[in-house]
Nanobody, 126 residues
């Protein structure tokens, strides 16, 4: 599957951004999707994931109610709404597709995702 992220940019602390990821080349609606991020000098970090049907979600501990992941299987897109952004949210954000169809359990480890987008830069100024 090919994944293309969009929606990154520069925003002031406290502001909002909505990231979008468009998928093609695979039956999108049968795969769990995830968002990860990587800041300079740091390891890739789990942000959020959503199951194939959109009925279950999970978030990184640092999210604390600020981000919301959603998906539209008819449009083959997954979105990440980010509110109350902080400077420490600055990173490249990646969209990823789970390696298995109809996964029954949400996972937060990047090893379970085998398709990745090119990333979109999010910069939060203080």
């Amino acid at each position: 599957v090919q994944l293309v992220e969009s929606g990154g940019g520069l925003v002031q602390a406290g502001g909002s951004l909505r990231l979008s990821c468009e998928a093609s080349g695979r039956t999108f609606g049968t795969y769990a999707m995830g968002w990860f991020r990587q800041a300079p000098g740091k390891e890739r970090e789990f942000v959020a994931t959503i199951n194939w049907s959109g009925t279950m979600t999970d978030y990184g501990d640092f999210v604390k109610g600020r981000f919301t992941i959603s998906r539209d299987n008819a449009k083959s897109t997954v979105a990440l709404q980010m509110n109350s952004l902080k400077p420490e949210d600055t990173a490249v954000y990646y969209c990823a597709a789970h390696r298995a169809q109809y996964a029954k359990v949400l996972v937060t480890t990047s090893a379970y995702f085998n398709s990745w987008g090119q990333g979109t830069q999010v910069t939060v100024s203080s």
